[in-house]
């Protein structure tokens, strides 16, 4: 038998389905719905290599917009951290350090003429996971 609960939904539900308002005093609950959309929706978009993810998650921090949020919980973001680690779409569900380096791009070697040396240059200047999450971002930009 399944249990219903009675009163107000979480604030966790509550603040879901709300769009927001970019206009709204930076670090106040309706601008920081508006920029965990706005991350949430770009994130997996060709939109990220714009720089638009990596100023909005600049000012999220900045700002403190995460801590006017709520987790699955119903608790508010104690930590930038832990906002971004939250699964969507309480959170971004990225680890911040993952999503850094992506904001920030890959090196850009600077590439010899000879093809054989530019490829030793390009393999020697990133790390095996590195080229696994640049090719997963663009493969998924793509789609």
């Not at 389905?17 to 978009?45: C, F, M, Y």
Request: net charge neutral; charged share 20%; aromatic share 8%.
């Amino acid at each position: 038998m399944a249990s219903s609960r009675s009163g107000p939904p979480r604030p966790s539900i509550l603040t879901l389905n709300e769009h927001g308002d970019l206009s709204a005093t930076p670090g106040s609950l309706k601008w920081a719905i508006a920029v965990r959309a706005q991350l949430g929706g770009r994130i997996h978009t060709a939109e990220f290599a714009r720089g638009s993810v990596g100023q909005m998650a600049h000012l999220m921090q900045k700002y403190e917009g995460h801590r006017q949020l709520y987790n699955q919980a119903g608790e508010h973001f104690p930590t930038y951290r832990a906002f971004c680690e939250e699964p969507e779409p309480w959170g971004l569900g990225y680890d911040p350090d993952v999503l850094q380096r992506l904001i920030d791009g890959p090196k850009r070697p600077t590439l010899p003429r000879d093809p054989q040396d530019a490829t030793r240059v390009v393999c020697e200047s990133f790390s095996p996971n590195e080229l696994k999450e640049f090719i997963a971002l663009l493969i998924g930009a793509q789609q």
